[in-house]
């Protein structure tokens, strides 16, 4: 365990990341150490599932801590009661009916862990430490400034989705590497990712599986990138070829030769493999097809944060082939993109494009050209949350003034900041009221920062003069006024119980097309006597 | 704008590897179909592929070497047909270079390759073997029992003594009630061919991605719709039964249960 002071202080941001850091690389090495002895418990799992899940979404549990030490208190628990989750057979034939004969009694269905007591010798302080962070952050108030950062609901969607395939994919490996690999469920899994994930769905949605579901993908996004492990590096050449699969379309040529070489279903799990290796027939390609498909984790281990599922990962050799005609693909509309000099969308991305950029020979098909990312794209949605212009959406909401309306109450700036930064703090405000000409007229400015709260701005709600208007693509749109029509105004008329009209004998000038409490309109006829009389 | 520099002579050899894969998917089917289920493929492929890849395949050089000179040769025709659309492509768009159309023309194609090929061998061969290896039927009945009856229910199933175990496997078909046969058969075939909509529709995508001159839009689907044309009237169609047996089979095939 790292050296850490064992206080009951409340967290801090670096602290909190830390703590369930070396929690999921414990976790790891627990699971990694149970799968080799045969003795792995569920609450490993769900336990690296969580910490994945924290690390990614570290913003919302911090924002929301409470919930966040019941997630812990609950692994806390679970790790005390579940330290036998996979009962082995008593007696051999019993083990032989299950296994079906396939893995041998003395590998390990030999009717006891390989090391009895060692698993709560080594699983009792991890525990005890999932207890620990639980009380940590039940003593940690809530982070507003977390709260206010928002996650687009598509990246929200994805990141639960990763997390939970990460679990139960876990779980079925350890399932089939320790007692029941009868079932051949993690080859169950794959099967399942190749024929749904790379066969079916990249003709609607690309790499969606790599992204989404993969999890391979999902450790990488939730535990190796916050450990900022460099790896092998991957020069400029290299990262310049967006759209571009040599290594994996190399291998899905192969491996297709490979696999017509024998019977198509004439697969061997990874639990039969390891614990009995059919040595004389392990010259056959399709043991070495197998061995390449787990040999996917290791293989991930060398590269940086999904440098490995760019360039070698022999999925996407059929995924990114499959995919080049999907039907959807994340746009990129060229004409929002203001070149920003520190891209934000360029530094999260996961495969590493960038966007502002032409790529030496396929400069007509870089990203800038077609308008949408290239078929490499695993549909993380990094670049549509980063990114303040709304470039990767479709379609946006912006905001916009009509500054003949403004009265300069600057309720706007004071909503914009507080909703925000969560202080008043107008300086700091998207939008800015600024005083032009002579006499001095209020005009607002938004900034080209302003995301429209993310669907949901606050200044709208505020102004009393109906300033600011939903905007979309950049043209104005009018407001609509409520006003009674013809029959509503004779039924106000007659109605003795109505509310008395609010009447004003003065044009405040905040309305211009008339006021909508007051019903001061200037009729054509008005305008006409006025401009006669001038 | 930033320009990189990338490796351009690699840029330009890959958009060959793009145009081997399709015509690889769609090819390989033939060299896959063997002695033993050269009867039941040859409802759904060309006798003359089978039998060009069978020479191949009955060389006397061992059984994995066979099967793979087989499959070897299967992929050359398909690279073979790709390189064809290539031609049609490369006449419609004139000013490109026949690389790039080639290219084009077979990414737009790999649904239909993949279907045809891909899908059609593993599961065809798969309903055969399992057949094989569960009921012990012999060879002429498993072609006859799901092309002809089982498989489009277009001869209306005569359910014997024989065959009935042999549709049990396949899960709850109720194929003694003609109606319920009907309606399978019709739903089967909505689907099968809602793969040819996603073709086109794929098509559409990547000619909008490659910037394919309005021009030679229409051109381009109607040599699309030719190829699906010939493709059925030369017998590749897939079998409602194959997608039948992708839903009922499915698990346990994979689970092993």
Not at chain 1, 120 to 143: C, E, K, M, N, Q
Not at chain 1, 401 to 416: D, K, N, S, T
Not at chain 1, 500 to 526: F, H, M, R, W
Request: glycine share 8%; proline share 5%.
């Amino acid at each position: 365990m790292e050296e850490c002071e064992m206080s009951f202080s409340a967290f801090t941001r670096e602290d909190f990341i830390k703590h369930v850091r070396t929690m999921a690389a414990l976790g790891l090495i627990l699971y990694l150490w149970g799968v080799a002895t045969g003795y792995t418990t569920n609450w490993v799992c769900v336990m690296i599932g969580i910490g994945a899940l924290t690390l990614f979404f570290t913003d919302y549990f911090l924002s929301h801590t409470r919930g966040a030490s019941y997630f812990w208190i609950f692994l806390f628990l679970q790790g005390l009661s579940n330290f036998h989750p996979f009962q082995f057979p008593l007696d051999q034939e019993e083990w032989k009916l299950q296994t079906n004969d396939i893995i041998a009694w003395e590998a390990g269905g030999q009717g006891t862990p390989l090391f009895p007591g060692a698993g709560l010798l080594i699983s009792l302080p991890i525990v005890l430490y999932a207890g620990y962070i639980a009380l940590r952050l039940l003593r940690t108030p809530a982070d507003p400034l977390a709260k206010a950062k928002k996650t687009v609901a598509t990246k929200r969607w994805r990141i639960f989705t990763q997390s939970f395939v990460l679990s139960i994919y876990l779980v079925i490996f350890a399932a089939g590497m320790t007692a029941r690999p009868v079932a051949n469920p993690e080859l169950l899994f794959w099967a399942l990712a190749m024929l749904v994930g790379s066969l079916l769905l990249p003709f609607f949605v690309g790499r969606w599986f790599c992204g989404w579901m993969c999890p391979v993908g999902a450790f990488q996004d939730g535990i190796w990138k916050y450990f900022n492990f460099k790896g092998i590096p991957i020069t400029n050449k290299f990262r310049s070829q967006i759209n571009r699969i040599y290594v994996p379309a190399t291998m899905v040529l192969m491996i297709i030769v490979v696999y017509t070489f024998e019977r198509v279903f004439q697969l061997a799990s990874s639990a039969e493999m390891i614990r009995s290796p059919d040595w004389e027939t392990l010259w056959k390609p399709m043991v070495w097809t197998k061995v390449l498909t787990n040999g996917m984790f290791l293989g991930s281990v060398l590269f940086a944060y999904r440098v490995y599922c760019r360039y070698f990962c022999w999925y996407i050799g059929y995924r990114v082939t499959l995919g080049q005609p999907a039907l959807y693909r994340v746009p990129f509309k060229t004409d929002r993109c203001r070149v920003c000099p520190e891209c934000s969308p360029e530094q999260n991305c996961a495969m590493g494009y960038q966007f502002q950029s032409r790529p030496e020979g396929e400069e007509e098909l870089s990203i800038r050209n077609l308008g949408e990312v290239p078929g490499t794209c695993t549909l993380c949605y990094e670049c549509r949350d980063n990114c303040p212009h709304g470039v990767f959406r479709g379609k946006i909401k912006r905001i916009n003034v009509i500054p003949e309306r403004c009265v300069g109450c600057r309720l706007c700036e004071l909503a914009c900041s507080g909703e925000r930064l969560g202080v008043f703090d107008p300086s700091r405000s998207n939008i800015q009221i600024e005083m032009e000409g002579i006499p001095e007229i209020p005009v607002p400015k938004i900034k080209d920062t302003c995301d429209a709260c993310n669907g949901d701005p606050k200044c709208i709600k505020v102004c009393p003069a109906r300033v600011i208007i939903w905007d979309k693509e950049g043209v104005r749109k009018g407001i609509k006024v409520k006003r009674p029509g013809r029959i509503k105004k004779l039924v106000k008329k007659l109605n003795p119980f109505a509310k008395p009209q609010v009447s004003c004998d003065n044009l405040c000038g905040a309305y211009p097309q008339g006021c909508p409490t007051c019903e001061i309109t200037k009729t054509a006829k008005e305008e006409k006597a006025q401009g006669e009389a001038a | 704008m930033k320009q990189v520099k990338g490796l351009d002579f690699w840029v330009r050899s890959s958009i060959w590897l793009e145009l081997i894969i399709p015509g690889y998917f769609f090819g390989k089917t033939f060299g896959t179909s063997d002695a033993k289920y050269c009867f039941l493929d040859s409802f759904m492929y060309p006798k003359s592929f089978i039998d060009f890849c069978g020479y191949f395949r009955d060389l006397p050089v061992g059984h994995y070497t066979a099967r793979f000179l087989g499959v070897f040769s299967g992929a050359i025709l398909g690279v073979l047909f790709s390189l064809c659309i290539g031609v049609l492509y490369k006449w419609v768009l004139k000013d490109w270079a026949y690389s790039k159309a080639t290219r084009v023309g077979s990414l737009a194609f790999i649904l239909i390759a993949l279907m045809t090929g891909f899908m059609s061998d593993m599961f065809c061969e798969s309903i055969g073997m399992g057949l094989r290896i569960e009921q012990n039927v012999p060879d002429e009945l498993v072609g006859k029992f799901l092309v002809e009856d089982y498989g489009s229910f277009a001869k209306e199933t005569q359910i014997t003594e024989q065959n009935l175990p042999l549709l049990s496997v396949y899960g709850q078909v109720k194929a003694h009630d003609p109606g319920s046969a009907r309606r399978w058969w019709i739903s089967s075939l909505i689907f099968m061919y809602a793969w040819f909509i996603l073709y086109f529709l794929c098509a559409h995508r990547m000619f909008k991605r490659n910037k394919i001159p309005r021009h030679a839009y229409f051109k381009l689907q109607m040599i699309n719709l030719a190829i699906v044309i010939i493709l059925l009237r030369m017998g590749f169609g897939i079998s409602a039964s194959e997608y039948h047996y992708i839903v009922t089979r499915f698990q346990y095939l994979y689970g092993g249960m």
